[in-house]
């Protein structure tokens, strides 16, 4: 496979630095333990973010440092868990004092990293809280975890922490509208084709010209099944089929937030048709789509597929979803 590397060890550090020598304006880079902090962190009287997991999702999560967001990220090998180390310096290097936040997704490694760090950090007086995200409907338990994994609602998570960090909410409240969000969020992702993993040069599964992998995690986990191809159409109705399966009927009604997230290789246009399809299939169930996200912010590598995340809003969600953001990847209002 074709790849614009120098070698796949360098792969990760690169990219890094490649990331922060172009926002010097946002990023700051410490390495070993290695994480990439905002340029103004910490921020007197306001609670920090800090996320991480695997690299090989950019620009999942160091895309997303900065004011409105995260204040800090840590990025593990591709598909590898940060370590217990890199959290703790992180927390420690963007912590004000008003504690610290810690969003993590449901994958064993980071969930078992970021309890380390935490602990580690606790027996030292600093505060902190965590969210830990499960959304992805395909699939109870997979290679990487127990229960189910966290995907597209990640993304959400950390922008709508981040503004009520930035308002000057206390870490408690910060945390319970993190909670509100994963308990109001639900995905599926389905792939056309695997990504290619640096290190071996290969797909990490494969799939016959007619196939799909329906329901497949963002390190190439298998899904609910492996299905014949169908159209764009088709497979979006059958994800948000079993994402609105998933929800509390009750509670399906007035305005939602629509997450089509490209998983890599996907193109603009792609995600717009997958959109165009999923906006008028909410509509069909009385939902109205009145935030939305679209294109390529949770990835893996280059697998040519999508996923689709439904957040069910209120007033509040919608305030801190429309509140500034400032990042490498995400940005409006200022």
């Not at 590397?5 to 630095?17: K, Q």
């Not at 990025?75 to 969003?103: I, Y």
């Not at 007086?125 to 992805?136: K, N, S």
Request: hydrophobic share 45%.
């Amino acid at each position: 496979m074709k790849r614009l590397y120098n070698s796949p060890d360098a792969v990760v550090p690169e990219a890094l630095e490649g990331l922060v020598l172009t926002h010097p304006e946002l990023l700051r880079m410490r390495p070993d333990p290695t994480y990439v902090a905002r340029v103004d962190a910490p921020v007197a009287g306001r609670v920090a973010l800090v996320s991480g997991g695997g690299s090989g999702h950019e620009p999942m999560h160091v895309g997303f440092v900065g004011p409105g967001m995260l204040s800090a990220a840590c990025p593990g090998e591709v598909f590898t868990s940060p370590t217990a180390d890199q959290v703790e310096a992180a927390v420690r290097d963007v912590d004000a004092g008003a504690g610290t936040l810690l969003v993590v997704k449901n994958y064993s490694g980071d969930v078992m990293n970021f309890e380390m760090a935490a602990e580690l950090l606790a027996a030292d007086g600093v505060a902190t809280e965590t969210v830990l995200v499960a959304d992805d409907v395909a699939v109870e338990d997979s290679t990487f975890t127990s229960g189910r994994r966290g995907v597209g609602a990640t993304v959400l998570v950390e922008k709508i922490c981040g503004a009520a960090a930035e308002r000057g909410e206390p870490l408690a409240r910060v945390a319970e509208l993190g909670r509100t969000v994963c308990a109001r969020s639900r995905s599926l992702g389905f792939a056309l084709s695997a990504g290619t993993v640096p290190a071996t040069g290969r797909p990490s599964f494969e799939l016959a010209d007619d196939e799909i992998e329906f329901g497949v995690g963002i390190h190439g986990e298998p899904g609910r099944e492996r299905r014949p191809l169908e159209s764009a159409d088709a497979l979006t109705d059958r994800a948000l089929a079993a994402v609105l399966a998933d929800f509390d009927q009750d509670d399906l009604s007035g305005d939602v937030l629509l997450f089509v997230n490209g998983l890599g290789a996907a193109t603009p246009m792609e995600c717009s048709i997958v959109a165009r399809r999923a906006v008028r299939t909410l509509g069909a169930r009385g939902l109205r789509v009145s935030r939305s996200l679209v294109g390529q912010y949770m990835t893996s590598l280059d697998m040519l597929g999508v996923s689709v995340t439904v957040l069910l809003l209120d007033d509040e969600l919608t305030e801190l979803w429309d509140a500034p953001v400032r990042t490498a990847a995400l940005r409006w209002g200022r």
